[in-house]
């Protein structure tokens, strides 16, 4: 059986005639590629095989060696093997998030609406985000790119728009794609009559008089047009007032608002301004040969398009006024940039055309009801929507800062008011959309005076403070300011959750919240011994408040979700995430520190250790310490000796056990256990130290009287304490990996929710002096406290912050869209690390916050040095 697929090209046909095709055949061998393109516009197959004219196709045939019909199906297929017609690489043209992507498809190119994308570009969105919705919504519709490509999928596009000259084109663009085949041949041949009639001396067909009285009264003395094709565009709207079919007429009037700009002394260059000299010179395009032009592509659209089963409906003009009730499914849409354009002022003579404009002050009306998007946009009218129901700190310091700067006032109020009025135009969308319904922006950047206006972040703010969750974040296309700043276009996907966490509290208020409140600072959370007792189953130098830690899991994760610590460090981090039942995952590259986290991580049970401990009693109660093993430990010199801390006795039974972890390399948690019981009791001040009287957090020089004190004896009371510590009903253990965290990471560790770390500071004690006691019992030897340093990353960013771009790359691809990377990082004056990190993170994620906390009222725990950090930053940084 064969099948059958008709691509049209324009120069097959005469002129003013329909168009005639090439029609490709399908035999029983190539049903899968058949079944692959049926659906596809001739628009799309001729940029698949990639020849926009007949002729193009017969030169690149000739060239292979192939005959048309063979040479197409060929280069169908190379495009369906390399999955080009799925959704995977969607985004990847840039020119698809342009109006200029849709060129040389239908419809899409019978309005040049510059501030559009392309009908390839909502395909991809909507396969992508919106798969199987059937009423798909744009607020801001402009030419109607969105709710008729919804339509040509066979579902509903519903659309508003404050424009009326946007509606009409969207109305006839519908009307094109639901013409039945019947009706299809008759309209373009109507539509083709009008362009001989307009070919034809004009003289006898009077000029449209209202239309001229429209003109003075709201554009006075501008003279945009010649008088000739002034004269022209009265005669021909003359003639369009006298077809008496109104679709026909509908159609016509968008070939004659298409020719009208490109018959005057006007021109598009971002916004509508007269030509310069040197335009000029270039000469105009006579409105008569557009408008035929014109004619002739609406009139082939008509013809190549098949019916459309789908429906286009208007639900309302402003999205400002919009009350959804329901009835949605998803919104894909473009808002208007916050950029300055009058969107209005833009098609101001096309309004005029369409008799929307009898006087000056129509246009300010429109303005009134419509975003404040641009400067002029700034109308007394508009004055008391700048103090909206949107509050939002990072607004109020751009706002500040513009007001400084701003060569015109009315540029913070744009931008106030822009956020307020975007906020009101989504409320409503949340009680409409259906659970998991999904709403879809494209939208841009901008900068004021120098000053970035991070128009996508505040957006998201505005979502999250509505209900919605960020699903995804996607830079779509990197743009450039005028003033030479790196600006970016991005396509945000907000999703409503489902029932029972719409009234949530988003991450930004609690974020919000806790630099405000510094709870970890408050009486209770400020205390040294706050959190689980766990938390102090080693000291440990260096180590993040729990209180911080619970803060920042509470805020960034929540009950129930996910996380990662690649700078595990004693685990304090990933333990309060599993002690509130999130999946908790984290890496260490420091044996001692590993062995720690490990144990907190996990759960062992009574019997696990008491067996672990029964075993390293008999072992330390037999084992003979050789004099290579004593000389090598004597070798590791820092404060003191080693052997300066014990009694000779307890010194033997610490080389014993040490020797005993050695050769028990398993990952058990039972071994971790006491392997972290026996780091905390090695050295310190208290009663259940095995050293001379010292320090917890780090070992300095030993004072007072050599004691034997019993190694099993203290381990054990110490043992029991922690297993007696109660984790909660929602504690979830946690998993650790050994290594470095630079190196790639685990399979397992995917789709999380955040990367939560405090990574060593620049400017601070290192970690491995610090602990270099509890590293030797680990299994260092002298040369290793030489080696094994250079590859901890404290000593490894002195070389440069490049260091970290492999936890920054790898944190992106395991994060969920929209998950959070969240720094705890050191200041000092000779270097801010949230500024560094920020540089090599811009390629993958953006700076949702940076935030410092001074530190100089933190207490020193008795060290004597605790490096140069005067403050603590907090980057947040967002996929």
């Known amino acids: 059986m064969q099948h059958h697929k008709t691509i049209y090209f324009s120069d097959l046909a005469g002129k003013h005639q329909g168009r005639r095709g090439l ?15 049926e659906h596809l516009s001739s628009a799309r197959l001729r940029k698949l095989i990639g020849a926009d004219s007949f002729k193009e196709l017969e030169q690149a045939a000739q060239i292979a060696s192939l005959n048309v019909n063979h040479f197409c199906k060929v280069r169908l297929n190379e495009h369906v093997a390399s999955g080009l017609l799925t959704d995977e690489g969607a985004f990847k043209d840039q020119l698809q998030v342009t109006f200029a992507g849709g060129r040389h498809d239908p419809l899409h190119n019978w309005f040049p609406y510059l501030e559009g994308y392309s009908p390839d570009f909502v395909w991809e969105v909507y396969s992508r985000y919106c798969d199987g919705a ?4 744009d607020p801001f519709a402009g030419s109607g790119t969105t709710p008729i490509t919804i339509m040509g999928l066979g579902k509903t596009g519903l659309f508003s728009d404050v424009s009326p000259f946007c509606v009409h084109v969207i109305r006839a663009k519908a009307l094109a794609r639901t013409l039945s085949h019947a009706k299809r041949p008759e309209y373009a041949e109507k539509l083709m009559d009008l362009a001989m009639i307009a070919s034809r001396p004009l003289h006898t067909y009077p000029r449209d008089e209202r239309l001229d009285v429209a003109y003075r009264a709201t554009f006075g003395t501008s003279e945009f047009f010649s008088a000739e094709q002034y004269d022209k565009i009265l005669r021909v709207r003359s003639i369009l007032n006298n077809v008496e079919n109104a679709e026909i007429r509908e159609l016509a009037e968008v070939a004659a608002i298409r020719s009208l700009i490109p018959s005057s002394r006007l021109i598009r260059r971002g916004d509508l301004r007269f030509k310069t000299p040197s335009e000029e010179k270039r000469g105009t395009t006579d409105f008569i040969e557009t408008f035929v032009a014109s004619l002739e592509i609406v009139a082939n659209d008509i013809q190549e398009l098949s019916p459309s089963s789908g429906t286009v409906l208007q639900v309302g003009m402003s999205a400002l006024d919009n009350q959804y009730t329901g009835g949605l499914d998803a919104i894909i849409t473009s808002p208007p940039y916050l950029n300055g354009t009058n969107y209005f002022r833009n098609t101001k003579v096309e309004l005029w055309f369409l008799g929307h404009l009898t006087s000056k002050v129509d246009l300010s009306a429109f303005r009134d009801q419509a975003i404040t998007a641009g400067i002029n946009d700034v109308t007394k009218a508009k004055s008391k929507r700048r103090d909206g129901k949107f ?19 009315r540029i913070p109020a744009m931008v106030r008011t822009y956020f307020n009025d975007m906020h009101e135009a989504l409320r409503p969308a949340l009680s409409a959309l259906p659970e998991h319904g999904r709403v879809c922006i494209d939208i841009g950047d901008s900068v004021y005076g120098g000053v970035h206006v991070p128009t996508d972040q505040l957006i998201v703010e505005i979502g999250e403070r509505l209900g919605f969750d960020l699903k995804d974040d996607i830079t779509l296309r990197e743009r450039m300011s005028r003033s030479g700043q790196k600006l970016r276009q991005s396509l945000l996907v907000l999703e409503k959750p489902s029932k029972g966490r719409v009234e949530r509290i988003s991450t930004r208020s609690k974020w919000q919240s806790f630099k405000t409140s510094l709870p970890h600072r408050e009486p209770g959370m400020a205390a040294r011994n ?29 009950d129930g979700g996910s996380m990662l610590d690649p700078f595990s460090g004693v685990g304090t981090i990933p333990f309060e995430a599993s002690l509130r039942g ?22 062992p049970t009574r019997s696990e250790v008491d067996k672990v401990l029964e075993l390293l009693e008999e072992f330390v109660s037999s084992y003979q310490t050789s004099d290579e093993e004593i000389q090598r430990a004597l070798e590791i010199r820092f404060n003191k000796k080693l052997d300066d801390y014990f009694h000779p006795d307890t010194f033997h039974e610490i080389l014993a056990a040490r020797k005993f972890m050695m050769l028990n390399t398993s990952h058990s948690p039972a071994l971790s256990m006491v392997h972290a019981a026996l780091q905390h009791i090695l050295h310190g001040n208290r ?19 050599f004691e ?22 929602h504690f979830q253990e946690g998993h650790i990996w050994q290594m470095d965290s630079t190196d790639p990471w685990p399979e397992e560790i995917a789709n999380i929710d955040a990367v939560i770390t405090s990574p060593p500071f620049f400017d601070s004690t290192r970690f491995y002096l610090g602990n270099w006691m509890r590293l030797w019992f680990s299994g260092w030897e002298a040369e290793d406290f030489k080696l094994q340093p250079q590859k901890f990353i404290d000593e490894r960013q002195k070389l440069g912050f490049e260091v970290y771009e492999p936890i920054i790359r790898q944190s992106r691809e395991r994060l969920k869209p929209g998950g959070f990377l969240v720094l705890h990082l050191g200041e000092s004056k000779k270097c801010d690390m949230a500024d560094e990190i920020s540089k090599v993170a811009r390629p993958f994620f953006r700076t949702f916050d940076v935030f410092s906390e001074s530190v100089e009222h933190c207490e020193k725990h008795g060290l004597r040095d605790k490096g140069t950090v005067t403050a603590h930053q907090y980057l947040v940084l967002q996929s």
């Not at 999130?582 to 759960?603: C, D, G, V, W």
């Not at 034997?708 to 510590?725: C, D, F, G, H």
Request: aromatic fraction near 8%; charge should be negative; glycine fraction near 4%.
């Open 391 to 409: 509050e939002s700190e990072n607004l109020n310091l751009i706002v500040d800062e513009i007001t400084e700067c701003a060569y015109d006032q």
């Open 530 to 558: 706050w959190g689980n007792k766990l938390h102090s189953l080693c000291s440990y130098q260096g180590k993040l408040k729990p209180a911080i830690a619970s803060s920042l899991v509470d805020i960034f994760v929540g």
């Open 687 to 705: 009663p259940y130290a095995l050293s001379r009287r010292s320090h917890p957090l780090t070992p300095y020089a030993p004072t007072g009287p």
């Open 134 to 137: 059937e009423r798909v919504l």
């Open 582 to 603: 999130a999946t908790a995952f984290a890496l260490e590259i420091s044996p001692s520190a590993y062995r720690i986290s490990h144990a907190k991580l996990t759960r």
């Open 23 to 37: 029609t490709v055949a399908f035999g029983p061998d190539d049903v899968d590629l058949f079944q692959s393109i």
């Open 708 to 729: 034997y004190r019993s190694l099993m004896e203290r381990l054990r009371t110490k043992v029991t304490r922690s297993l007696e510590v109660d984790l909660g009903e």
